[in-house]
DNA sequence: CGTTAACTTGAATTTTGTCAATGCCTGTGG
DNA sequence: CCACAGGCATTGACAAAATTCAAGTTAACG
């Protein structure tokens, strides 16, 4: 059932949740039969701490996945745009609270319908098996970012992962969070966000278009400043992995 | 299939890695048949940028697993002790190198053999399904570490896991790794992870025994510098979630 | 028992955070 | 359609946490 997934390209399931609204067998239709939910902006769709007896689909708008601790600190673990599975890491509790940041709309399912059509469909376990793998690559990534990265490198890094999943190059980036979010999610604060972000359209490297838009002047020089030159192929002194015995 | 796994209690997983050299046909039986190789402190088990086509079970030991980025700075997103897997997230290259910090035994199984027995086993899919899930909660955890957590915070919280990880309380902690891996897994320097412990020491919170040797004598203090008092149920400010339409 | 890498400790520096004041979108209501 | 309010964002000055650089120590290994 796996094998179909496990041969796709690293960031197949990218092209996969593009492609989402037709394919037959998987998680569309799953979730296709659902009603759909709307939440205003700032609306709360789960609560830390609740049960997580449900898996959603967001089929429209931003969801952020926030993490607060006791003393009042705020951790932005992910967004969740259009396509995005939220929920797929089962456990009793919600590690955390999923909030509206744009109007939003979603599907859900019950764990057990959930499991029980996953029991049933190699098709949805594959894609399942998928999307779990690329919300791991994402954690990864981050944990690069909020591990070792600089300021400015996680803004531009930030900026460029959302230009990424827009997928226009040259077009404007809707940002649709606050720099709070932003600075949140980047292990900041929103001045040193505030103070990146207009360094940088300074510069040249992005132009500002009212407080949600940017746009991407300078494409190589933010790619350069995000740290992300080879990351993934850097040096030479690569070897295959030794088998001993 | 998935059934069994997605009842399990939230940190269930824990358990089950536990008992894993046990059950009948599950993870342990799968690798239980492949030959067992051995890895010197420092060897590289897999390469950043390799092929991906191993999954491997740790046997004895432990490895960290490393990114580096192109002007050298490391980080660690991770130690695999005995009984964990590694190269669940399947993709197409080996997006860290994975080292042994100490003499390390391990059996690996290639990916396409790997995915024929998961077509196969629906125990062996719940357990890889419930070690996915184990590791998203842990990424999610490290991020809020990385995002949030002050530099003693994020010792304290390194040294509560190692010491929940060994599971005896009162007991000694081993440490494998150097300061410097300490350091790259928390987001720090080397210094500072120094400076803390040796704070902590000085407050009787912990007490040194050699380099790599940890008694905590004082938990309670621990868990409260490590900010974990409550994270999970916070405030009383919670509601269910609303179920619009 | 000596060597050496790993660790500790201290002082200076830097980055980022904090606090506070100002400015500017954006959406509401006149 | 425009004015206004209020939240959101920017900017500046200062403070703090952690890093960097530079010696010293020490533990672990042969």
Redo the contacts between chains.
């Keep these: 059932?796996?094998?179909d997934t496990?041969s796709l390209?690293?960031r197949a399931a990218t092209t996969l949740r593009a492609t989402a609204a037709v394919p037959p067998e998987g998680l569309a239709s799953l979730f296709g039969r659902q009603?759909v939910?709307?939440?205003e902006p700032g609306?709360?769709?789960?609560?830390?701490?609740?049960a997580a007896d449900q898996v959603f689909e967001v089929t429209e708008g931003v969801l952020r996945i926030v993490?607060?601790?006791?003393?009042g600190?705020?951790?932005i673990?992910g967004f969740a745009h259009a396509g995005d599975l939220m929920g797929?890491?089962?456990?009793?509790?919600q590690?955390?609270t999923a909030e509206a940041v744009t109007a939003v709309k979603l599907r859900r399912i019950g764990?057990r319908r959930f499991?029980?059509e996953?029991?049933r469909s190699p098709e949805l376990?594959a894609e399942l098996f998928a999307r779990?793998?690329e919300?791991?690559?994402a954690?990864?990534d981050?944990?690069?970012l909020?591990?070792?990265?600089t300021a400015e490198e996680r803004v531009c890094s930030f900026l460029l992962r959302m230009q990424r999943r827009l997928a226009r190059a040259g077009a404007m980036i809707e940002l649709p969070m606050t720099r709070v979010d932003m600075a949140?999610?980047?292990?900041l604060t929103m001045e040193t966000v505030s103070r990146i972000m207009t360094r940088l359209a300074a510069r040249g490297v992005i132009e500002a278009r009212g407080r949600h838009g940017v746009v991407v002047r300078q494409p190589e020089t933010l790619a350069a400043l995000a740290?992300e030159?080879?990351?993934?192929?850097?040096?030479g002194c690569?070897?295959?992995?030794?088998?001993?015995?």
Tied chains: 1, 2.
């Design positions: 059932m796996f094998a496990l390209p690293a009603v939910e709307s939440f609306a709360v769709v789960v609560w830390q701490g609740d993490t607060v601790l006791s003393d600190r705020r951790v673990t797929l890491a089962l456990r009793n509790r590690p955390y764990r499991q029980d996953a029991d376990r779990m793998c919300e791991m690559a954690a990864q981050q944990m690069v909020l591990g070792r990265k949140d999610y980047l292990g740290g030159s080879d990351e993934d192929e850097a040096d690569r070897h295959r992995a030794v088998w001993p015995q």
